[in-house]
């Protein structure tokens, strides 16, 4: 089991920059690609970005390229996501999650979930 908590989210202004942090604890986190995802209301949770263990395979969906950064610290269990030129766009909950296989990081199908962060960017 892997217990995942986001934390960073916060109302901000268009163009700002916001810093998200995933906690990991349970099991060991670098057995684990990890990934952030988004869920815009009344839309489905898709893809922002996704990382492997060791940290050599990084995946971004195109709306956030250029703007976010993915990184993770494996001596503090932790994943970040790096968003700057914040648009209103970009306003959705905000969910890392933990998958054991590297193969498919851009799909859903993740092991482990947060509880997800809110981010409000405001024009």
């Known amino acids: 089991q892997v217990q995942l908590e986001e934390s960073g989210g916060r109302l901000v202004q268009a163009e700002d920059s916001l810093r998200l942090s995933c906690a990991a604890s349970?099991?060991?986190?670098?057995?684990?690609?990890m990934g952030w995802f988004r869920q815009a209301p009344g839309k489905e949770r898709q893809f922002v970005a996704a990382i492997s263990w060791r940290p050599t395979i990084i995946y971004y969906a195109e709306s956030v390229k250029g703007r976010f950064t993915i990184t993770r610290d494996n001596a503090k269990n932790t994943v970040y996501l790096q968003m700057n030129s914040l648009k209103p766009e970009d306003t959705a909950v905000y969910y890392c999650?933990?998958?054991?296989?590297?193969?498919?990081?851009?799909?859903?199908?993740?092991?482990?979930w947060g509880q997800g962060t809110q981010v409000t960017v405001s024009s």
């Open positions: 999650g933990a998958k054991k296989s590297s193969s498919r990081l851009t799909s859903l199908d993740y092991d482990y």
């Open positions: 349970g099991r060991t986190f670098i057995d684990y690609a």
